[in-house]
């Protein structure tokens, strides 16, 4: 017999507004607090104390716009945000500051996630949506250097970028972007040399949400669809589907894979959290907490597994935070 899906092991409140995006950081040694940052659609970033419960900060500078990303760079005291004001800014939080100390302005006005890649020590990557619709731009940071524009051929119509992952097999080898564009496709492109590799339909809508596994070689993707698409890439850099998993309800707002390459969870429109293991995509558990579409899903980095946490933001104002480790 299955066991009954647990309860949130906590619920944080106190964000007055939709919650559009999450990030732990909990890696840090004793007496080091875990951390949850939240963004949310009245333009406000949360900084949780994952101790008490509470917020410990409330940071605001993207001018009350939604805020669609939220994620550390090597530590808790540097922070990247975007939000819909179309701006991207770094934040320094150390000694109790809360300090915009650069942006980007990125003149791009939909919902796709920037997304980051470190490459060596104090030096990222990172991939957004630009200006032109179709096109996607790769910055150097902290430096802000263009690095190159990702523009599709000539009549290939894509549409919008609508979700971006940056990756590296290892440490030194050639940076990739995974993208999912308007028209249901994902598109594998090389930076270095700007040029598609693959590219694959795996959605007949917009792709919402993407997360992939470079160990497996193995991505996974929602849309607004009935549809989870299991894709893998080969050894000639060729995106194939490998399965698809058909939903109860349709539409997925985020997904993602834990670090630890076990389980899959998404966010769905019809305001449940699903648990699946990520070998076969077995479904595991169905989280039923909010009363409202579930917008973001966010495993935490805890260093001791048995302290490991998945949260999940939605426009019900409410942020679920649970323990599945047992359960799976």
Not at 30 to 42: A, K, Q, R, V
Not at 220 to 230: C, F, P, T
């Amino acid at each position: 017999m299955a066991l009954p899906p647990p309860d949130p092991q906590f619920v944080l409140r106190g964000t007055s507004a939709a919650v559009h995006t999450l990030h732990f950081s909990c890696g840090g040694p004793e007496p080091d607090i875990p951390l949850l940052f939240s963004g949310s659609e009245n333009g406000f970033i949360h900084v949780w104390n994952l101790k008490t419960h509470r917020v410990d900060t409330a940071l605001d500078g993207h001018g009350r716009k939604s805020i669609c990303h939220v994620e550390t760079m090597g530590g808790k005291d540097r922070l990247l945000s975007q939000g819909r004001d179309q701006r991207i800014c770094l934040w320094d939080l150390a000694e109790g500051r809360t300090s915009v100390t650069d942006s980007v302005f990125t003149e791009h006005v939909g919902f796709c996630r920037c997304s980051l890649l470190k490459v060596a020590q104090g030096r990222w990557l990172m991939a957004v949506a630009a200006r032109s619709l179709e096109e996607v731009q790769i910055l150097e940071l902290p430096s802000k250097t263009s690095v190159c524009t990702l523009k599709p051929e000539v009549g290939a119509k894509l549409g919008m970028p609508m979700c971006l992952k940056l990756w590296q097999l290892s440490c030194g080898s050639q940076p990739v972007l995974l993208a999912g564009y308007e028209d249901g496709s994902v598109v594998l492109w090389n930076v270095s040399m700007g040029k598609v590799l693959s590219r694959l339909t795996c959605h007949q809508e917009p792709v919402m949400s993407l997360d992939f596994d470079s160990e497996k070689a193995k991505g996974i993707s929602g849309s607004s669809e009935k549809v989870l698409s299991i894709w893998s890439l080969n050894e000639q850099q060729n995106l194939q589907v490998y399965k698809t998993h058909e939903l109860v309800n349709a539409g997925i707002s985020d997904i993602t894979i834990r670090p630890d390459k076990k389980i899959v969870a998404t966010a769905g429109w019809d305001h449940r959290i699903r648990i699946f293991g990520w070998k076969k995509l077995k479904p595991l558990a169905v989280l039923d907490y909010h009363t409202a579409t579930v917008h973001c899903v966010s495993f935490s980095d805890h260093s001791n597994p048995r302290d490991r946490l998945l949260a999940a933001g939605s426009k019900d104002q409410r942020i679920s935070v649970w323990s599945i480790y047992a359960q799976t």
